[in-house]
């Protein structure tokens, strides 16, 4: 077979092939040359069309113009879009200004997130004039402070929350150049807080109870101002948050104080001696004494009129609170064949925990039983019902996550090498508390996900305790923990104080699995 070697690939072409190529080329480059005569009848037909379509409706117009485009080819669309782009486009922010309307351009762009008002700043001097006279970085500073319990907390910790919405009295207010540099910072904040909860890094702060008798704290409860606990030695105590110094002692129980729940204007606690009791939280007078259970009271909530309360008789009552001193048993409920270790509820549910491995649900309103939650193989020792999610511990050693509707097990967490004491959750974690004297906390998210292994669970083993750990709270910036060893540890992972993460007591997630 022969080649033509003139040709650098030895393909050769027709000239018919050429010549169809060369046409098409001339296509796309070239305009076809147009006599003088040829113009002047495209612009006498032109301007003939055009009057008649000045003639016609609005409507007759856009189905004419409909007709043309589609009539043209791709290339001629191009064109067209091209022409029409900038005529479609408006400088809306920057207009309404002109006519007098500052305030809605502001409040457009006050609906921006922080990423899209970097952006707008960029756009032209009128949009960042716009931005910086309508203080808009301060608007975002108070928006996110509004929704956000994270941004709640460190606009009262770090101390810039005064600055926002009404201002300091007898202060002038802040420019905006003030706000536009703090988030940045409140980011980074964020940021380094989420990394102290990853990796471990807190201070840490302990308060020894110093029981006369019998050591050991059962349950707590803290705020910005205080925290109270309730003590094997049959006291309540109430702490000073800022110098640690216990600045009241309540008694009145005769034997352990196993369960408590405060607000704005009572505190009420159970305890072994089989009574609830009622008092005032700023005086510390004890107002009213409730007798239902024959054994120890093993935990109760109340909110919103209603309180829950469980026992080691197997029963739970539920009580309409009228006042402190008006508080009358609405209903028992019965189910359980062992202790009834915790209670929770809100408007839908009360969810049961017991020593029969089984959690039980409630319907709120009716007080009638729902459904039973089968999966743990020993008893339940704790339990957090929150929107639909109920997560539990138990003697099995194990956590696990249930949709409460449907009563599905959604999960199982393991690493806690005895029984799991108790169990907190939000948004984002989960911190649980053992009998191994461990705190751990998980991520919520990935634990909810099916697709995550299970090695990458628990984001930190916390090791401080020396004795069996009791109970526990949490926020976004600290865990509170009472154990058997009689103290109260306050992990604070807003100000670190670890030079190196690795010198910390608390284990790396390297080491959270280590084989037994």
């Not at 046409?23 to 003088?36: A, E, G, L, V």
């Not at 009128?126 to 956000?148: C, N, T």
């Not at 539920?318 to 062992?338: E, K, N, Q, Y």
Request: glycine share 6%.
């Amino acid at each position: 077979m022969s080649m033509d070697t003139d040709s650098p690939k030895g393909d050769t072409f027709s000239d018919d092939e050429m010549k169809k190529d060369e046409d098409i080329q001339m296509t796309i480059i070239h305009k076809n040359p147009k006599s003088k005569e040829e113009v002047e009848r495209y612009r006498s037909e032109r301007d003939l069309c055009t009057q008649y379509f000045d003639k016609w409706s609005e409507l007759h117009q856009v189905e004419f113009v409909e007709h043309l485009i589609s009539r043209m080819c791709h290339y001629q669309h191009g064109q067209v879009n091209c022409y029409l782009r900038p005529m479609l486009q408006r400088d809306f922010i920057s207009a309404l200004p002109a006519k007098g309307l500052d305030h809605i351009a502001e409040k457009i762009l006050s609906y921006l997130d922080a990423k899209s008002l970097c952006a707008a700043e960029l756009v032209c001097k009128e949009w960042h004039r716009v931005i910086s006279e309508g203080m808009l970085w301060k608007k975002l500073i108070e928006r996110m402070v509004r929704s956000d319990c994270m941004w709640r907390g460190l606009a009262d910790r770090r101390g810039w929350g005064k600055y926002l919405f009404k201002g300091v009295p007898n202060e002038g207010p802040k420019m905006h150049s003030y706000y536009r540099g703090l988030y940045p910072e409140i980011i980074e904040d964020i940021e380094n807080i989420e990394n102290n909860w990853r990796c471990g890094k807190h201070s840490l702060q302990r308060i020894v109870c110093r029981s006369e008798n019998s050591k050991g704290v059962y349950c707590l409860q803290y705020d910005d101002d205080k925290i109270v606990s309730g003590l094997r030695d049959n006291t309540i105590k109430i702490w000073d948050r800022n110098t640690l110094e216990c600045v009241k002692v309540l008694t009145g129980h005769t034997g352990s104080v196993l369960c408590l729940q405060y607000d704005d204007k009572v505190i009420i606690t159970g305890s072994s001696d089989s009574t609830i009791r009622v008092w005032d939280v700023k005086t510390a007078e004890m107002l009213n004494t409730l007798m239902y259970h024959c054994e120890a009271v093993l935990h109760l909530r109340f909110n919103n009129g209603m309180m829950v309360t469980c026992s080691k008789d197997r029963s739970i009552a539920v009580w309409d609170m009228h006042s402190p001193t008006d508080i009358t048993l609405r209903t028992v409920l019965l189910g359980h064949r062992a202790a009834v270790n915790v209670v929770d509820f809100d408007e839908k549910y009360i969810v049961s925990a017991s020593g029969d491995r089984t959690i039980k649900v409630w319907n709120t309103s009716t007080c009638e039983f729902v459904r039973t939650l089968n999966g743990h193989r020993r008893g339940i020792a704790c339990l957090q019902y929150r929107d639909r999610i109920v997560v539990s511990g138990s003697s099995d050693n194990t956590i696990r996550l249930w949709d409460i509707e449907c009563g599905a097990c959604l999960r199982v967490l393991e690493g806690h090498e005895e029984l799991v004491r108790c169990i907190r959750f939000d948004n984002k974690r989960i911190v649980s508390g053992a009998y191994d004297g461990k705190i751990k906390v998980w991520d919520l998210h990935a634990a909810l996900d099916p697709r995550s292994p299970a090695g990458t669970l628990c984001l930190r083993t916390l090791v401080e305790h020396t004795g069996r750990v009791f109970r526990l709270q949490f926020d976004e910036f600290q865990i509170v923990s009472s154990s058997h060893d009689d103290s109260i540890l306050i992990w604070d992972f807003m100000t670190n104080t670890n030079a190196n993460p690795s010198e910390s007591r608390s284990p790396s997630r390297t080491y959270t699995y280590v084989s037994k």
